[in-house]
């Protein structure tokens, strides 16, 4: 079974509309990130989070939230969706130690606001 | 700010070819390095990494040399195979993973047979 699990796998729904992303691990790291990818952009972190009571904005967060339920769970949600939110998404955990912080991802979720 | 700067693609070369992707990067402080592999329809798997300056990182015939005095950790392989296409990043933590990873744009490899 994959390490970080991430639900659904493809998503289309319509402006104005509010999704969540889900995404799960089994790596019982307590870092969790949400990026999204976009074509030529490469990945660009929008929210992170240390532990269940540490959320934090990333580089992109305007127009996102977050939930952190579990340790190993961390969900991300559009509240109000716009087309330029249209990208591929993806989670991804770390144990956050020292001396470097290598990240697990998830496969991502592709969503499509119409 | 915090950048990574990587060859733009798509590189396309024959089988068996000698492969150079560059990276150069943009930190404060003293960061760690990746390079990250995405297969199609795949999420990221870390390729290889390190984590100070001389320090070599390998994996499926892959390797970096981290480069502190050019900000360089270029990633090469003598001898690609059509299996190895995919999209390569370069990546880096800055220390502590406070912010995440900054990644460059990504890098498309075509091997063709």
């Known amino acids: 079974d994959a390490d970080v699990t991430q639900t659904p796998r493809n998503r289309i729904t319509k402006t104005g509309k509010r999704i969540m992303l889900e995404c799960s691990q089994t790596k019982g790291h307590d870092r969790m990130y949400w990026y999204r990818q976009d074509p030529g952009l490469g990945l660009r972190l929008i929210y992170y989070s240390f532990d269940v009571k540490d959320i934090n904005k990333g580089e992109i967060s305007d127009g996102y939230s977050v939930s952190r339920q579990a340790q190993a769970k961390f969900s991300l949600s559009l509240e109000s969706a716009i087309p330029n939110q249209t990208a591929l998404y993806f989670c991804a955990t770390s144990g956050g130690r020292a001396p470097y912080n290598e990240q697990f991802f998830g496969p991502g979720t592709r969503l499509t606001v119409l | 700010g915090d950048s990574v700067t990587q060859m733009e693609g798509p590189v396309t070369l024959s089988e068996e070819a000698f492969l150079t992707i560059n990276c150069t990067y943009t930190?404060?402080?003293?960061?760690?390095l990746f390079w990250y592999v995405q297969y199609p329809g795949e999420g990221l798997q870390l390729l290889l990494k390190?984590?100070?300056?001389?320090d070599k990182g390998s994996n499926k015939g892959f390797e970096a040399t981290y480069r502190k005095e050019t900000t360089s950790f270029h990633l090469e392989k003598g001898s690609v195979q059509v299996s190895d296409s995919a999209v390569y990043f370069c990546a880096f933590d800055s220390g502590g993973g406070a912010d995440g990873l900054t990644f460059g744009k990504g890098t498309h490899l075509i091997i063709q047979p």
């Open positions: 930190a404060t402080g003293y960061p760690s």
């Open positions: 390190a984590t100070k300056a001389d």
